[in-house]
């Protein structure tokens, strides 16, 4: 008797081990969870017939999200953890006060903790300078706006172990200075959103409501110049049937819906494009009775902005492409208008995946001389568009001021020399700058001798070692 109790004991714990495997063979967990997406099971052998090195990791990561009764598995254990000991299983997902959720990534905004610096905020600006020119010489209108975290407009239910700032500084506000006095077409929704007594956010999704959108796409129409129904007298609808996408992710088979507002701008326009979703990558609508043609970049707060935009233009296309071929976009829709929304926590993106562009080229200028530092450059084909070359360089110098502008000087085998306005942009390996060439002006394996320059308050300098 004495061996046969751990005996029975092993084999009970190998069963209860072995039930997510041989459970996928009866009842596999095939829906993704939250914003998952769908994976398929993978091949061993590859397309041309030979056979996948990459399948056993491939397996483990298709098995990590189809294994029998994971929703179950999660389920049971968020709500352990969620209502003993007021925290969160997955490190997605924040649990606040008030059965509220918040979306971990906005964290460090919150907290002040890992900030840009000034010298990257005003690469952020200096990157929008370069996108709104190049909008406005190709006869297209700009803005650009933020949609704001919900634990900076609400930040009362944030769990306590919240409470210990690193910083007062946060990049919203070290952005909305720099942006003051730029040129920039900016539309800011922090003020009108915040000075609203109504909560516009969902407790437990990450975004703005309906009613917070119309907020939003009315300030960005207004800001635009842009005529347009502002849903003031719209016959209003109430329904208890959104459900939000932290909370999807925490509960996925009990997650309680929450109360949505509907004004009937859905009724406006139709799809161009076989559309399921207003979560789509890629969206094209009409509106016969509507005027004037958008291109708009979103994030997932743009998801409840579509159908408002949707019905004030004849014809929108919604791209959440990151980073976005700007050239492209326009030149295949010829838009007339082109907004960029970004949520607050992905500001940073601006500069650590600059949007393609052509490199403005720079017809003139005169040096004032070098400066002393160093530079890391790297030609290459363009990592999302293979019609550029892109040209990039990671620069090392105390003597670049903090908003000082980067040129790349290029120059061929033959002597044709040509230099470009670049991004800047920021790497792992550093900061410095990026530009997008065409491809078949400058193809990438071709061999080339670069020089950056910088222009500081007092002109344009070559760097130099």
Same mark, same amino acid.
């Given at each position: 008797?004495? +061996?046969?109790?751990?005996?029975?004991?092993?084999?009970?714990?190998? &069963?209860?081990?072995?039930?997510?495997?041989?459970?996928?063979?009866?009842?596999? &967990?095939?829906?993704?969870?939250?914003?998952?997406?769908?994976?398929?099971?993978?091949?061993?052998?590859?397309?041309?017939?030979?056979?996948?090195?990459?399948?056993?990791?491939?397996?483990?990561?298709?098995?990590?999200?189809?294994?029998?009764?994971?929703?179950?598995?999660?389920?049971?254990?968020?709500?352990?953890?969620?209502?003993?000991?007021?925290?969160?299983?997955?490190?997605?997902?924040?649990?606040? +006060?008030?059965?509220?959720?918040?979306?971990?990534?906005?964290?460090?905004?919150?907290?002040?903790?890992?900030?840009?610096?000034?010298?990257?905020?005003?690469?952020?600006?200096?990157?929008?300078?370069?996108?709104?020119?190049?909008?406005?010489?190709?006869?297209?209108?700009?803005?650009?706006?933020?949609?704001?975290?919900?634990?900076?407009?609400?930040? $009362?239910?944030?769990?306590?172990?919240?409470?210990?700032?690193?910083?007062?500084?946060?990049?919203?506000?070290?952005?909305?200075?720099?942006?003051?006095?730029?040129?920039?077409?900016?539309?800011?929704?922090?003020?009108?959103?915040? !000075?609203?007594?109504?909560?516009?956010?969902?407790?437990?999704?990450?975004?703005?409501?309906?009613?917070?959108?119309?907020?939003?796409?009315?300030?960005?129409?207004?800001?635009?110049?842009?005529?347009?129904?502002?849903?003031?007298?719209?016959?209003?609808?109430? +329904?208890?049937?959104?459900?939000?996408?932290?909370?999807?992710?925490?509960?996925?088979?009990?997650?309680?819906?929450?109360?949505?507002?509907?004004?009937? !701008?859905?009724?406006?326009?139709?799809?161009?494009?076989?559309?399921?979703?207003?979560?789509?990558?890629?969206?094209?609508?009409? =509106?016969?009775?509507?005027?004037?043609?958008?291109?708009?970049?979103?994030?997932?707060?743009?998801?409840?902005?579509?159908?408002?935009?949707?019905?004030?233009?004849?014809?929108?296309?919604?791209?959440? !492409?990151?980073?976005?071929?700007?050239?492209?976009?326009?030149?295949? =829709?010829?838009?007339?208008?082109?907004?960029?929304?970004?949520?607050?926590?992905?500001?940073?993106?601006?500069?650590?995946?600059?949007?393609?562009?052509?490199?403005?080229?720079?017809?003139?200028?005169?040096?004032?001389?070098?400066?002393?530092?160093?530079?890391?450059?790297?030609?290459?084909?363009?990592?999302?568009?293979?019609?550029?070359?892109?040209?990039? &360089?990671?620069?090392?110098?105390? &003597?670049? $001021?903090?908003?000082?502008?980067?040129?790349?000087?290029?120059? $061929?085998?033959?002597?044709?020399?040509?230099?470009?306005?670049?991004?800047?942009?920021?790497?792992?390996?550093? =900061?410095?700058?990026? !530009?997008?060439?065409?491809?078949?002006?400058?193809?990438?394996?071709?061999?080339?001798?670069?020089?950056?320059?910088?222009? =500081?308050?007092?002109?344009?300098?070559?760097?130099?070692?």
């Amino acid at each position: 008797m004495k +061996k046969i109790f751990p005996l029975i004991f092993t084999v009970f714990c190998v &069963a209860v081990c072995a039930v997510p495997s041989l459970g996928m063979f009866f009842r596999p &967990a095939d829906k993704p969870i939250g914003n998952e997406r769908k994976e398929k099971a993978p091949s061993i052998t590859d397309k041309d017939g030979s056979f996948n090195f990459s399948y056993f990791n491939q397996l483990g990561s298709y098995y990590e999200k189809n294994f029998a009764f994971r929703p179950e598995m999660i389920q049971a254990d968020a709500s352990i953890n969620a209502n003993i000991f007021k925290t969160s299983n997955i490190d997605t997902v924040i649990v606040g +006060k008030n059965n509220w959720l918040y979306y971990t990534s906005t964290a460090d905004d919150y907290l002040g903790k890992n900030t840009l610096s000034g010298s990257e905020i005003n690469g952020v600006v200096n990157n929008l300078k370069i996108i709104q020119s190049y909008c406005e010489s190709n006869g297209v209108q700009f803005l650009f706006t933020v949609a704001p975290n919900k634990n900076t407009l609400y930040p $009362d239910n944030m769990p306590y172990t919240y409470s210990a700032k690193v910083s007062g500084t946060h990049n919203k506000d070290l952005l909305h200075s720099a942006l003051k006095d730029s040129g920039v077409n900016y539309c800011s929704l922090f003020d009108p959103l915040s !000075a609203q007594k109504e909560t516009l956010y969902f407790a437990r999704d990450s975004h703005w409501n309906n009613k917070g959108a119309l907020l939003a796409y009315n300030t960005v129409l207004d800001a635009l110049g842009k005529s347009h129904d502002d849903y003031s007298t719209a016959n209003v609808s109430r +329904k208890k049937d959104f459900t939000g996408d932290l909370s999807k992710m925490l509960y996925p088979l009990s997650s309680e819906p929450e109360y949505n507002y509907y004004y009937g !701008a859905e009724d406006k326009y139709t799809y161009t494009t076989n559309t399921k979703s207003v979560e789509e990558n890629m969206i094209k609508t009409s =509106n016969p009775d509507a005027a004037g043609s958008l291109y708009m970049y979103r994030d997932s707060f743009g998801n409840a902005l579509v159908p408002f935009f949707a019905s004030a233009y004849n014809t929108a296309t919604f791209t959440k !492409a990151f980073p976005m071929n700007i050239r492209q976009g326009l030149e295949s =829709n010829k838009p007339d208008t082109f907004v960029m929304e970004l949520a607050e926590r992905n500001i940073k993106w601006l500069i650590t995946m600059p949007p393609m562009v052509p490199a403005p080229e720079l017809t003139y200028f005169k040096s004032s001389g070098t400066i002393k530092g160093s530079a890391s450059v790297n030609v290459q084909p363009c990592d999302y568009a293979s019609e550029y070359t892109q040209v990039s &360089a990671v620069v090392d110098s105390s &003597a670049i $001021d903090a908003d000082a502008e980067y040129y790349i000087t290029v120059k $061929d085998k033959s002597g044709s020399e040509k230099t470009f306005e670049a991004f800047c942009h920021k790497s792992d390996d550093g =900061n410095g700058c990026i !530009a997008y060439l065409p491809a078949e002006s400058f193809p990438a394996d071709s061999e080339y001798e670069i020089k950056i320059t910088v222009k =500081n308050k007092d002109g344009f300098f070559e760097l130099g070692s």
